[in-house]
């Protein structure tokens, strides 16, 4: 019998076996087919092998637009977004599909690197208590639902069922919070993934760069909802390239982002109005499954992602108006229902609020002037404003930096400083030695919240302590700034030796960009979960600390007697419920700041 007769009729009595006789003989079996397809694809990696946590198989036909993100493999990565919209569950797919690649070919062939067979990766969320509860739920769930990852996991013997370390084949998945500094930087890795990027302790994220220094790939992703502007991961997307996800109108062919409330629009149904996304040149509903990314700075190499609700197909406006209602903070709206970084600039202290605040004053002679208060913030570099005060006004006349203790010193007495606040940390034993040769003009400030209770215990031993809350005391310099009770004079100076404010324009210009460098902000206590004020730094903030320092100087002063400041100096701590600072007698109310 003919051949092509013969495989016709084979075809005609058996056409599924058939088929799958032939497919065998091209690829091997399905499962080393899907697997192969797998290994090439996260998309098929993830829709094959993994479910939720409900159980349910992954689809990405209904999560669309996170198709491209799953296969990007940048070695920078950020990803700006708003609640609930699945990024957390595609990180983790990414990172199950890269520690399930254990061919390195594979390796060679997809990422450019030879002689690999795994990856190790350190996952961090905002606590321990994430973390924990995380990995132990829906990171189990979705392991569990996948036999393939089952069977590696026992490869070796290097199963590994520790809520914070997972080993998958020849790869390792380690979950860290990032609030305990020894947890984050004890274990090398290849890639870094920061989950809720702006709610994680900065610090601890700053010293992670040093875990992938040896590794070949030095990856590091970071994604989160945001929070204010220029900072944290709306800092990151803005260097980015900045992928946004635009809609072509099938009507008339208009390519556009979905905004809120641009795109929400309404029409009448039999008398009942109904809510859509529609196209803002033509009106017609909008088909959001029809678009693709587009970078706005398309040759950076660090790609950036902005998810908001409107591209998911499960939003629509009235859920967007739903989430407006029960969100009563405008900040809140933005940050979480929309993914965008906000801020009321009432938390900021503004440049143009502070050319404002410059003035001509008459010339002075610290000799002679009896009034004069230093703030140092110290380091590697040493920050110091000096400002002259009476009882009713802080100007400030001078600020630059130095290098060393010595140099302080020599401040102490050029400016005839009558009290001097200074930062007792990092050098605290020259510090310490310092206060004690100025016997009562100079005082240390501890933050409290950064010290442990042992640590406050002990600095209270030490006579000219204070101990601060860091939100307060910023909050009161941030006020008398805002309120005209500071200011900054650009005086002539009638005693030899003494620079005036403006001897160097660039200090000038650092001291009022630096005071801008904070924004007020909540975080969440993982202890309590309860919420509290913060300052956060979006760029250097020395400037700011040390004016603050130098504003506590001011207060004392006007606490009168030295010795009542003495005797109540641990006063300096804000009531349980924040709601007023004190030291040395003055007590001011911030109730009524924010």
Not at 70 to 82: G, M, N, Q, R, T
Not at 410 to 434: E, G, H, R, S, T
Request: with cysteine; glycine share 6%.
């Amino acid at each position: 019998m003919p051949l092509k007769r013969r495989a016709a009729r084979r075809y005609r009595k058996h056409p599924m076996d058939a088929i799958q006789e032939d497919h065998d003989a091209l690829y091997g079996s399905t499962d080393d087919f899907l697997k192969a397809m797998g290994q090439e694809s996260t998309v098929i990696f993830a829709e094959t092998n993994l479910r939720n946590e409900s159980g349910r198989p992954l689809d990405y036909e209904q999560h669309f637009f996170q198709k491209q993100y799953l296969e990007d493999f940048s070695p920078e990565l950020c990803v700006i977004k708003s609640s609930q919209v699945g990024i957390t569950t595609s990180s983790n797919v990414k990172a199950l599909y890269l520690a399930h690649l254990d061919d390195p070919k594979i390796w060679e062939k997809k990422f450019g690197v030879k002689n690999r067979s795994g990856i190790s990766i350190i996952y961090t969320m905002p606590t321990e208590r994430a973390v924990n509860d995380f990995s132990a739920t829906r990171f189990r769930t979705m392991i569990g639902s996948s036999p393939m990852l089952i069977e590696m996991m026992g490869l070796k013997g290097r199963k590994i069922d520790a809520v914070t370390r997972r080993a998958i084949g020849n790869s390792l998945i380690l979950f860290r919070g990032s609030t305990k500094d020894s947890q984050a930087i004890s274990d090398p890795a290849d890639l870094i993934i920061n989950d809720e990027y702006d709610f994680s302790d900065q610090t601890i994220i700053e010293t992670l760069n040093s875990r992938i220094t040896h590794s070949d790939l030095q990856w590091w992703w970071k994604f989160s909802t945001p929070t204010i502007p220029n900072w944290g991961i709306d800092a990151e997307y803005q260097k980015s390239n900045q992928y946004r996800f635009n809609v072509k109108c099938q009507h008339c062919g208009k390519w556009q982002e979905v905004k809120w409330p641009r795109n929400s629009m309404k029409k009448t149904i039999r008398g009942k109005r109904i809510l859509y996304w529609g196209c803002w040149k033509c009106s017609k509903e909008l088909d959001r499954t029809q678009g693709e990314w587009v970078a706005r700075y398309p040759n950076r190499e660090y790609h950036g992602y902005y998810i908001p609700p409107m591209i998911t197909p499960w939003v629509q406006p009235k859920n967007i108006l739903a989430l407006r209602k029960r969100y009563k903070s405008e900040k809140k709206f933005k940050n979480f229902a929309l993914g965008e970084a906000f801020s009321t600039g009432a938390d900021v202290l503004s440049r143009e609020m502070m050319l404002k605040r410059v003035e001509f004053g008459r010339g002075f002679n610290p000799m002679i002037d009896q009034n004069m208060y230093m703030g140092v913030d110290q380091g590697d570099t040493f920050h110091f404003v000096i400002a002259r005060g009476d009882n009713n006004r802080r100007e400030v006349l001078h600020v630059g930096t130095r290098t060393s203790f010595d140099d302080i010193v020599k401040l102490m007495y050029d400016w005839n400083i009558k009290f001097c606040v200074l930062d007792a940390l990092p050098n605290k034993l020259p510090a310490m030695q310092m206060a004690k040769d100025f016997y009562g003009r100079v005082f240390l400030a501890f933050y409290t919240e950064f010290d442990s209770e042992d640590d406050v215990q002990q600095n209270k031993k030490f006579r000219y302590a204070l101990n601060l809350d860091r939100t307060n005391t910023l909050d009161m310099s941030a006020q008398a700034w805002r309120e005209g009770e500071a200011a900054i004079v650009l005086s002539s100076v009638q005693y030899s030796g003494i620079p005036p404010f403006i001897d160097d324009p660039a200090n000038s210009d650092a001291f009022i960009q630096q005071l801008g460098n904070m924004t007020r902000d909540e975080k969440e206590n993982e202890k309590t979960g309860k919420s509290r004020a913060v300052w956060i730094k979006t760029g250097p903030d020395h400037y700011r600390h040390a004016d603050s320092y130098c504003h506590i100087a001011w207060l004392q002063s006007r606490g009168g007697d030295i010795d009542l400041l003495m005797t109540r100096q641990n006063q300096v701590l804000t009531s349980s419920v924040g709601d007023y600072f004190e030291i040395g007698g003055v007590r001011s109310d911030l109730r009524s700041l924010y």
